[in-house]
């Protein structure tokens, strides 16, 4: 009996602290400060363990360690350069050495593919999961990594779960009793208290830092909203400085109830799988959603599925045909703390989640941009084009032409012809074509 | 864990170490160990290893004297090795075709199929890191070479002789040491696709083989390919420079 009345008393302490110094203040918005201590901590802890590690390893090491340099020097020369090419010369038989050198230095390193995977880091940051090539430093680093470990996982990650809990109960709860009032401005209002509040709830679930630039040119209502794409956390970052409507396709189990919830508080665009397949179906309620100025702006991946943070990839002109203006966002993880890229095929939705609140934090950068619509003479394709470039150098992104699609599909062959042509107007030449 | 013991002060030439090393399927860790008394034996133990275990005796030999059939760092070892897993879907230790057509730069490339087939020994469908490294050996600089002073040993695969050996075998379909008329038509369909028409395909192989063709026999041999490209800079086309 003692024991279960102490367990008792100490879950209801528990739970005052959280609400008191959480949840309120998530309510009003309000930050206390806590976090900001923690992430001091945090930094001070990073940057130490980075330069004894610095100190610990041999030189050559450390040259190792640059991901971003690359494993080869490639060789970006076009195809008529690589061939010493002018058009017209006749074909050669070491022609054939052009294409195995690119063909190899593929094989050893290709843009695409790393994109899918997490991004390497220069220095470890004392998760275990980013240790790549761990070398026994010193005891200090040990124990600190230990104690890393201990805070993560005992501190750290029941204080995230209870949150993350009862943030999304809240949301339910919160959006289903909304839903029942009739539509009038104080719904409104209310709807957009209960998604804030859910939504701070669930950030500081994840230790989330995020830094707004630019709050000025926010989303306005009757927009459209792009950004690139990392993971599910990108919405969940959006919405907890302005409120959105979601689209995408229904689905079941809890994120289905989450939906069905939101839904009854305001409009969201939800489409059922089998909709989704007919495109004109979809750009249409979408413009009808949009015509109507007083609905939120829609919010909008047009990557269609997740990066990990260290490019743009090529963006769906879908999004851009419906019309309307575009207002793009930048959003740029800091690896560090926390890698937030969704790798589907390696990790489920659970496991992620589980991932994200045993790192040490999510930080990251929300860049708003200046809207932009789509000029004359510009089709829905190059437009598409000119505001992945806008988010790419916002962000401090490789801007690709390659389709994220390509995580699971085979690549297209118009590519291979359009080579093949390339190659076969320069050994012809002079358009003797047949 | 890994436990090595390297003689340190031994002679490059004599080569004496105790590595227990994992099982192919990495779980156990049964006590084998190359115990080797002689560089030659070294090298022959070595041929029974696969996978990490390969990578970490190459890496601690790197170390100690160039390496075997190609000169590589640790460093550039654990990266491929790496880039290796990571193409690896079926995480099975070795890769398929289908792994190969998985990178969208090597797909779009004409002569994609002739490249990955030139990993795959006769009749074989799965290729080890040994086998990949083999492989990739061949577009090492050359330069490199004069690192090993191996005067006595194989020709080093990223030689100007074995390089335009590679690019000779990506002509020879058949490998009968011949480049026929059919496989070069062939192969120039590879890299034209439909863009060209049979017939002014077939004078450009016509051409081609006519110039290079000495012996008469209307095909060209490897002797023939290497007199015809004795003036082309082998050693940057077909060369792959690691950054570090």
């Not at chain 1, 195809?79 to 050198?101: A, C, N, Q, T």
């Not at chain 1, 012809?417 to 012809?428: A, C, G, L, T």
């Not at chain 2, 190969?100 to 080890?128: H, K, M, S, T």
Request: aromatic content about 8%; hydrophobic content about 40%; some cysteine.
């Amino acid at each position: 009996m003692e024991g279960a009345e102490l367990a008792g008393k100490i879950l209801s302490t528990w739970l005052t602290l959280v609400l008191g110094f959480i949840l309120l203040p998530s309510v009003f918005g309000v930050s206390l400060g806590i976090s900001e201590i923690y992430m001091k901590i945090l930094v001070k802890t990073l940057e130490w363990a980075t330069i004894r590690i610095e100190k610990g390893t041999p030189k050559e090491s450390i040259l190792k360690n640059s991901a971003s340099v690359g494993i080869i020097q490639r060789d970006e020369s076009p195809m008529e350069k690589g061939l010493s090419g002018l058009r017209g010369r006749d074909f050669e038989l070491s022609d054939v050495f052009y294409f195995s050198k690119k063909g190899f230095e593929a094989i050893v390193e290709d843009e695409v593919t790393q994109r899918f995977s997490s991004e390497e880091l220069v220095s470890w940051n004392l998760l275990t999961r980013t240790n790549v090539n761990f070398q026994y430093i010193s005891l200090r680093l040990t124990m600190v990594w230990v104690l890393g470990v201990i805070v993560r996982y005992c501190v750290l990650l029941p204080l995230r779960v209870t949150l993350a809990f009862i943030g999304i109960s809240l949301l339910v709860i919160g959006t289903t009793l909304v839903g029942q009032l009739p539509d009038s401005s104080l719904k409104n209002w209310l709807s957009e208290l209960v998604h804030l509040t859910c939504c701070r709830i669930c950030v500081r679930s994840l230790s989330g830092t995020i830094h707004y630039h630019n709050k000025q040119y926010r989303p306005q209502k009757g927009g459209i909203c792009v950004a690139n794409h990392t993971s599910p956390i990108d919405v969940l970052i959006l919405t907890t400085d302005g409120c959105y409507a979601m689209v995408g396709q229904v689905h079941g189990g809890l994120m289905g109830i989450i939906q069905r919830a939101m839904v009854k508080a305001c409009p969201h665009v939800w489409f059922e799988r089998s909709e989704m397949k007919d495109r004109h179906l979809v750009t249409k309620r979408l413009k009808e959603h949009i015509a109507d100025k007083k609905k939120l702006p829609i919010l909008i991946f047009p990557e269609g599925t997740c990066i990990n943070n260290t490019s743009v990839m090529m963006f769906k002109k879908g999004s851009f045909e419906i019309g309307g203006t575009i207002h793009p966002v930048a959003i740029k993880y800091n690896p560090q703390f926390g890698d937030a890229f969704w790798n589907s095929s390696k990790y489920n939705m659970v496991s992620y989640l589980l991932r994200m609140m045993t790192s040490w934090a999510i930080v990251c950068d929300v860049w708003y941009m200046p809207p932009m619509t789509r000029e004359e003479g510009e089709d829905a394709v190059q437009f598409a084009n000119r505001v992945k470039s806008a988010i790419a150098i916002q962000g401090g992104l490789t801007e690709l032409p390659w389709d994220g699609g390509l995580k699971r599909a085979k690549v297209k062959d118009t590519l291979k012809e359009e080579q093949q042509k390339n190659y076969s107007k320069m050994i012809v030449g002079n358009g003797s074509l047949s | 864990m890994i436990l090595v013991e390297l003689m340190n002060d031994v002679a490059p030439e004599v080569c004496l170490f105790i590595i227990p090393v994992f099982d192919n399927d990495m779980t156990s860790n049964s006590l084998r160990g190359p115990y080797a008394d002689s560089t030659e034996e070294c090298y022959g133990q070595l041929q029974n290893y696969s996978g990490l275990e390969y990578v970490k005796c190459c890496s601690l030999l790197c170390d100690k004297f160039t390496f075997l059939e190609f000169s590589i760092s640790h460093s550039q070892i654990t990266r491929l090795y790496s880039r290796f897993t990571s193409l690896d879907k079926g995480e099975n230790g070795t890769l398929s075709r289908e792994d190969f057509q998985r990178i969208p730069e090597l797909a779009i490339n004409p002569l994609g199929d002739r490249i990955i087939n030139a990993f795959f020994p006769e009749g074989e469908d799965q290729v080890n890191f040994r086998g990949f490294m083999r492989t990739l050996a061949h577009f090492r600089p050359i330069e490199d070479n004069e690192k090993s002073k191996d005067v006595n040993g194989p020709e080093p695969l990223n030689s100007r002789s074995n390089k335009l050996h590679f690019a000779f075998r990506l002509y020879d379909l058949d490998k009968d040491e011949k480049i026929s008329r059919d496989e070069l038509l062939q192969v120039l369909r590879m890299m034209v696709g439909v863009n060209i028409s049979d017939e002014q395909l077939g004078s450009i192989a016509d051409r081609t083989i006519q110039e290079a063709d000495q012996d008469g026999d209307s095909a060209i041999s490897f002797t023939e390919f290497v007199k015809v490209l004795e003036k082309v800079d082998v050693e940057q086309k077909m060369s792959i420079r690691f950054l570090h």
